[in-house]
Nanobody, 117 residues
Framework: QGQLVESGGGLVQPGGSLRLSCVASGRNFSGGIMVWYRQAPGKRRELIAAIDSAGTASLESSVEGRFTLSRVNAKDTVTMFLDMTNLKPDDTAVYYC?????????WGQGTQVTVSS
């Protein structure tokens, strides 16, 4: 049974940095695209970054230049990292990782990022 587990969220001041991690295990996720979404209070969940199995990443314009996406494919797990710098209050949200395997969606439980002074 596959699962995704996020970590690394927390409270940070504007201009600060955080690294989020998402560990995918239990299925052969190494060949799939992995995605970060976020959902701010009262707003819809939005896709902000995606990375394919070769490590080619794409980021939404509001985070491009501040966030960096990477992944490590190991034998039994895939770990995806979201390095966030120059954080802004508008980045406050719950961050979720997602992937799809054999037409089934897998989501993590989410990790809270709060940017506030």
């Amino acid at each position: 049974q596959g699962q995704l587990v996020e970590s690394g969220g927390g409270l940070v001041q504007p201009g600060g940095s955080l690294r989020l991690s998402c560990v995918a295990s239990g299925r052969n996720f190494s060949g799939g695209i992995m995605v970060w979404y976020r959902q701010a209070p009262g707003k819809r969940r939005e896709l902000i970054a995606a990375i394919d199995s070769a490590g080619t990443a794409s980021l939404e314009s509001s985070v491009e230049g501040r966030f960096t996406l990477s992944r490590v494919n190991a034998k039994d797990t895939v770990t995806m990292f979201l390095d966030m710098t120059n954080l802004k209050p508008d980045d406050t949200a719950v961050y979720y990782c997602h992937t799809n395997y054999l037409f089934r969606d897998y989501w993590g439980q989410g990790t809270q990022v709060t940017v506030s002074s």
